[in-house]
Structures are given as C-alpha cells and as structure tokens.
C-alpha cells in the first residue's frame, strides 16, 4: 500500500486561507469517505481534526474543514493564525481493512 | 476522560525484539481496535496494524507481517504491540491510537504519547 500523496509544505499569512490536498487510489481515498485529517506539533503526538472527509470533532475549530473529490481529499483552514503552523497528515481506510496516510504537510504560517 | 499511557524508552541492539505497552483507561477497552503507528526521526507518520481486543483479531500493515505481534490483556486494559528482528531503520517513536467507532477501523482519535525505541550496536 502506498502512501497517500501531499504537498510537503505550504504557507500562508495570518487571516488568509490555505488548503493541502491528499491524492490517493480508488482503493482508498476514492472508494470510501473515511478520510481524516491529524495535525502534529513538533515533539507531540498527532492530534484528530477532520475524520470522514468532513466531520470535525466538537474540539476541533471551525475554521477547519474537510472534502473530497473522486481521488483527492482536502483539507482547508481559513483565518489562519501562528498556532495553525503544524505538520499535516491525512489518512484513508483501504480496501484491505487498514490504514493508510499520506507523507505530510508542514504548514508555515 | 480517555488516556493512553505508554511505556518508556527502549534501546535495544540489531537482531533484538521490543515490546511497547500502552495501557488504557476512561472507555470500554474491548469495544474499540488499538492501532499502532510509528514515526521515524524527522519523517511521516506509518500504519502498522491494528488490534482488536475484543477478539484478538489482527491486520497488520505488508512490510511488517512476520515481524510484528499485537496483543492485550483485557483484565488490565492494557494492549502490547512487539518488534522482532529489529534493524536501525526500526528507530522511532512508536504510538498506540484507539479507533473512533465501535468496532470501526478508520478513525484514530485519542493517541499515546508515544514510546521512543532506538536500535544501535
């Protein structure tokens, strides 16, 4: 299984929009709507930010979202602000019953 | 509230085995698969497997199959995840992640906080 594909790094100035796309296969990305979305700080462990494409946990801000597009999930953060700056990794259930993430985004804002 | 607290740092030698353990607590253990992925110093994050401790039902990722072992011991909530054969390339920070739904596969959403394994002669 390969992994899902990211840009490896975007940047963006506080208050703009920024979206980090995620290229998968048929057998992933494209044939389920369980994408999510994990931001990691430096140091920390990953942290849940979007899971099934679009849903966001109750914690998570709103300025997060999450979609998709036959082979490609995005993730978008509007209004950006400094703490936004982070690694991004998306990842999709497969068609083997696993897991499957993609390379990772470092965002700087 | 949900915790996942690993063990501590392991060094180990090439050829060795290692085994990681990740205790949890604040919701029902049997109910959701345990998850294990690794990250290697400055790189991505890397599926390995999950567990089910339900049943002891495993699927573990291609490249570690043969090599890698999970396990729990539902009477302490406890879930193991052991190495074999490591090799250098086998440094890393190992995290344990429960799944989102019951019984679901797709999801990680509470993490440990990882267990940092090095492997050098």
Known sequence: ?109 | QVQLVQSGAEVKKPGASVKVSCKASGYNFNGYYMHWVRQAPGQGLEWMGWFNPYNGGTNYARRFQGRVTMTSDTSITTAYMELSSLRSDDTAVYYCAKSLEIFGVATLDYWGQGTLVTVYS
Do not use: H
Not at chain 1, 18 to 35: A, F, P
Not at chain 1, 73 to 78: G, K, N, P, R, V
């Open chain 1, 1 to 109: 299984q390969s992994a899902l594909t990211q840009p490896a790094s975007v940047s963006g100035s506080p208050g703009q929009s920024i979206t980090i796309s995620c290229t998968g296969t048929d057998s992933d990305v494209g044939g389920y709507n369980y994408v999510s979305w994990y931001q990691q700080y430096p140091g920390k462990a990953p942290k849940l930010m979007i899971y099934d494409v679009s849903k966001r946990p109750s914690e998570v801000s709103n300025r997060f979202s999450g979609s998709k597009f036959d082979n490609t999930a995005s993730l978008t953060i509007s209004e950006l602000q400094a703490e936004d700056e982070a690694d991004y990794y998306c990842s999709s259930f497969t068609a083997s019953n696993t897991v499957v993430f993609g390379g990772g985004t470092k965002l700087t804002v």
